[in-house]
Structures are given as structure tokens and as C-alpha cells.
T-cell receptor, first 109, second 116 residues
């Protein structure tokens, strides 16, 4: 079966750095996505990786290792507004998106 | 201007009823989707639709049916509602249905359905 694993919940301090991991086992790979979802709101796109390596976008970076079936989302200079769930999703060989359950990130002052 | 809008935001109804959720996108996207997010927060694709093709997730009961009057609208009809249908339903759209590049999804705000 296909599976996306992420930690259920993480806590970090305002101003700090946090890394949210995602491991996947899917039938094929055609890209990995990170979305942010604030409570009661819609998911919004953060990043897309299809090749190995690090993609940096402001305070957020996303890393991919296809050989390890692994990605992480790195959030720097954490702000209170970063409190949200972070969803990892992988596009499989049929180009279907497989979603993880998300990691709820709690930011403390 | 809301890019993807869906109504109603909240819907409380009795088992056995029939209900609809409407979705409209003003992004000029070619493909629209319906997702179900259950209590465990997993997003599960229900349907994807563009002008040419309707793709149905085979696990979706046939009580659920999408209806698209035009490219900008994809409504969700649910017949004979059951308790297990309680969830948040998200509409989404993407530039096209091709599988190249990121093909980022833009989601609506969600419709929380509660079946009593």
C-alpha cells in the first residue's frame, strides 16, 4: 500500500527553527508537495520538489531525497502565525496525490 | 476576490437527506476537484474533473455525484446522507489536468458537513 508518514504534532519556540519530516512509500514518484493548513481553513501551497536537494523560499525550505523516500520542511525564524498543520503529499506513478495526515505545529512565545 | 469559493460553509442535516455543496473558481483553471477531509485530517480525493474527463475515486459511494454546469463550477450532490459522511469537504482547482510541473492546487475554504 501507499503511505505517507509525518509526526502528528511538534512544538517549537518563536524565533527558533523547526524541521518537519515526511517519509513516503508510494507506487512511483512524480513530485512531493508541502501545504500549510491553518485550523478551520483551506490548505495553501508552500513548496514542490521533484529533484533531490533543497528548495529555498524565504523562511521556508524543503528538501527531498528520492532514494530515501524522505523529505523535510524547514521553517526558520518562527512566528506565531506559523502555528498550523503542515501536509506532505506525494504524486505517485498514476499522478495521483497521496496525502499525509499532517503535522500540527504549535509555536510558543 | 475569492479564488475558489464554496457554499455553504457549514451544513447540518439529518440522516437520509439529500444535500448539495456548490463550488466556483474564478482562476480560469481547467481542472476542479472534490476532497474529503475526515476527523483524522487525511485529505482524500473524491473526484477530479475537467472539460474532457471525470475521474472518480472508486472508493467513493455512488451516493456522491459531481455536477459541472461549466468549467468554473463543480457542485457536489450527496444522496441519502449517512453518519459517516460527516467531514469537511474541500473543493480545489488547478491550472490544468496535465501531470507536468507542480500543478498546484488552490483550495476553497471548506464545507463542514454534520450528519445527525
Amino acid at each position: 500500500g501507499q503511505n505517507i508518514d509525518q509526526p502528528t504534532e511538534m512544538t517549537a519556540t518563536e524565533g527558533a527553527i523547526v524541521q518537519i519530516n515526511c517519509t513516503y512509500q508510494t507506487s512511483g514518484f512524480n513530485g512531493l508537495f508541502w501545504y500549510q493548513q491553518h485550523a478551520g481553513e483551506a490548505p495553501t501551497f508552500l513548496s514542490y520538489n521533484v529533484l533531490d536537494g533543497l528548495e529555498e523560499k524565504g523562511r521556508f525550505s524543503s528538501f527531498l531525497s528520492r532514494s530515501k523516500g524522505y523529505s523535510y520542511l524547514l521553517l526558520k525564524e518562527l512566528q506565531m502565525k506559523d502555528s498550523a498543520s503542515y501536509l506532505c503529499a506525494v504524486r505517485d506513478s498514476d499522478y495521483q496525490l497521496i496525502w499525509g495526515a499532517g503535522t500540527k505545529l504549535i509555536i510558543k512565545p | 476576490d475569492t479564488a475558489v469559493s464554496q457554499t455553504p460553509k457549514y451544513l447540518v442535516t439529518q440522516m437520509g437527506n439529500d444535500k448539495s455543496i456548490k463550488c466556483e473558481q474564478n482562476l480560469g483553471h481547467d481542472t476542479m476537484y472534490w476532497y474529503k477531509q475526515d476527523s483524522k485530517k487525511f485529505l482524500k480525493i473524491m473526484f477530479s474533473y475537467n472539460n474532457k474527463e471525470l475521474i472518480i475515486n472508486e472508493t467513493v459511494p455512488n451516493r456522491f455525484s459531481p455536477k459541472s454546469p461549466d468549467k468554473a463550477h463543480l457542485n457536489l450532490h450527496i444522496n441519502s446522507l449517512e453518519l459517516g459522511d460527516s467531514a469537511v469537504y474541500f473543493c480545489a482547482s488547478s491550472q490544468d489536468g496535465t501531470n507536468s510541473g507542480a500543478n498546484v492546487l488552490t483550495f476553497g475554504a471548506g464545507s463542514r458537513l454534520t450528519v445527525l
